[in-house]
């Protein structure tokens, strides 16, 4: 299984570059909110999962930086590819998950 979790210009493979033997999307989310502090997911599919965490390095008022995590092996591919726009802030819309 690929998991991975993705911030704006950053992709971390739990497997790849964390060590995880069977990483799973609980795994990715505690991963990324150890690294980034405190997140609040407020989209959660079985493969896919969103949300928002305070950007300490480059505080900002309003809305916060975005951070999601995808079951690469299951998402749907169209999924990735509009949740990975909106993490890199290409879009403020967010994206209709299908999966």
């Known amino acids: 299984m690929t998991v991975v979790y993705i911030t704006q210009g950053t992709v971390v493979d739990l497997a790849a570059d964390r060590g995880f033997t069977a990483p799973g999307m609980f ?3 505690v991963e990324a909110q150890d690294d980034l502090g405190q997140a609040t997911w407020f989209a959660l599919t079985p493969n896919v999962a ?3 965490y305070a950007d300490t390095e480059f505080p900002v008022e309003g809305p916060k930086a975005r951070v999601a995590v995808f079951d690469l092996d ?3 591919g169209m999924d990735v590819i509009r949740v ?3 993490v890199n802030g290409h879009t403020d819309e ?3 998950l299908r999966n």
Do not use: I, K
Request: glycine share 6%.
């Open 27 to 29: 795994e990715a989310m």
């Open 50 to 52: 969103c949300g928002r």
């Open 74 to 76: 299951n998402a749907d």
């Open 84 to 86: 990975t726009n909106w």
């Open 94 to 96: 967010f994206p209709e």
